[in-house]
């Protein structure tokens, strides 16, 4: 069973320093895949950054940037720059080779940027 | 863009009626999966269909039952509604990467 787990339920940064979401996993299987979304309030699940588990690179996306450390079972989320319109819920997720397109979800982060 | 659309987007029923919520991927996207959000219980897989074939399913009642049509639309259907079911309904197309608006369910 995959399990994944974001220990920040709430967190503050203030407008335009740079900001770390965890993110911790768990699984047996060796081909699994991450994610990063962000829910605003609208309720709508925007991606941000995908990282497969045999990629030797952090994944980038603009001022999204995935730290990934395989042996640690970590796949924290950096957010440089943040902006106020970053404040939002963030969901980290796992995919398996062995389970098709089914996402398991942590618990989420409740990310907001102060002026 | 997404390129996943979601109706209707909001839905009040009351309990003991049943719901049947729609989505639909972009031309061409033929696996379509289903997740439910509650403040209690997070989000959670409900099945996935590919080539209108269930490939995966959750842990949930059978009172959940989908189902997807040869243009890759996929149904949800709730039966017998609980005060329980009132959540956030969000459909993903192939990859998991992409979700729709999502379809909030109230039920009274």
């Known amino acids: 069973a995959q399990k994944i787990t974001q220990t920040q339920p709430g967190m503050f940064v203030q407008e335009k320093e740079a900001v770390t979401l965890d993110c911790t996993y768990d699984?047996?299987?060796?081909?699994?895949?991450l994610f990063w979304y962000k829910q605003p309030s609208s309720g709508e699940m925007i991606f941000l950054i995908y990282?497969?588990?045999?990629?030797?690179q952090n994944a980038t996306e603009g001022r999204y940037s995935l730290n990934f450390q395989k042996a640690r079972k970590s796949a924290n989320l950096v957010i440089s720059a943040s902006q106020l319109g970053d404040s939002a819920m963030y969901f980290c997720?796992?995919?398996?080779?062995?389970?098709?397109?089914?996402?398991?979800f942590g618990g989420g982060t409740r990310l907001m940027v102060k002026p | 863009k997404a390129g996943v659309t979601q109706t209707p987007r909001y839905l009040i029923k009351t309990r003991g009626q049943q719901v049947t919520l729609s989505c639909s991927p972009i031309?061409?996207?033929?696996?379509v999966s289903w997740y439910q959000q509650t403040p209690g219980q997070g989000l959670q897989f409900l099945f996935e269909?590919?080539?209108?074939?269930?490939?995966n399913k959750g842990n949930f009642p059978g009172r959940f039952s989908g189902r997807q049509f040869s243009n890759s639309r996929s149904e949800m259907n709730v039966s017998t509604l609980e005060l329980g079911d009132s959540a956030l309904y969000l459909c993903?197309?192939?990859?998991?990467?992409?979700f729709g608006p999502g379809t909030r369910l109230t039920v009274l």
């Open positions: 269909y590919f080539s209108e074939t269930q490939r």
């Open positions: 990282q497969g588990s045999y990629d030797e």
């Open positions: 993903a197309r192939a990859g998991s990467q992409y």
């Open positions: 699984t047996s299987d060796q081909s699994y895949g």
């Open positions: 031309s061409g996207h033929r696996s």
């Open positions: 997720a796992m995919s398996s080779n062995n389970a098709g397109n089914m996402l398991t």
